[in-house]
């Protein structure tokens, strides 16, 4: 569903949110963290190591027609390669990390938000984020840019 401007504010005006830190998207259940080429330049910054280790230690491709893109490991129980107790890149986490949950994906469907509803219990939650915070997060991830897998 492509929403208009009214449309979106609208919806996010209605769309509460208030994280509880409970890592339940970081962990539990398989899923994928995908990168763009921001994403991974800060990660590969801030854990000062070059970008082929990088690629090898904490990454993984996923096939996506006949490209592959870049998404991050996960642990044999399915938790993030970064979570350990918290998230330990937590200063360069990926923008699909950051925008969550105002993806596209969710915002635009009502049959995704109640499943995501089920994981986030930050979902519906009051807090205080600013409409123009949800609305930049929203657009961020709309026109996210995947990176490509490549040694
Ligand atoms: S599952 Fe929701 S409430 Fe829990 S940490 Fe993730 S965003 Fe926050
Ligand atoms: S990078 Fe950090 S915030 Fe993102 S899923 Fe992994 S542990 Fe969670």
Known sequence: MALCKKELI???????????????????????????????????????????????????????????????KEKTNYDCIFWDNKCTIYEARPLQCKAYPFWASIVESDIDLKKEMKRCKGIGRKGNMKIDEKINFYYQHKNFVYKEYKI
């Open 10 to 72: 609208k919806i996010l005006n209605d769309f509460d949110f208030n994280c509880l830190r409970c890592s339940n998207c970081c962990r539990i259940d398989p899923g994928a963290v995908f990168l763009s080429e921001d994403d991974f330049n800060e990660i590969i910054k801030f854990l000062k190591i070059d970008t082929k280790s990088f690629l090898i230690d904490y990454c993984r491709p996923i096939f996506r027609g006949t490209r592959q893109i870049v998404a991050l």
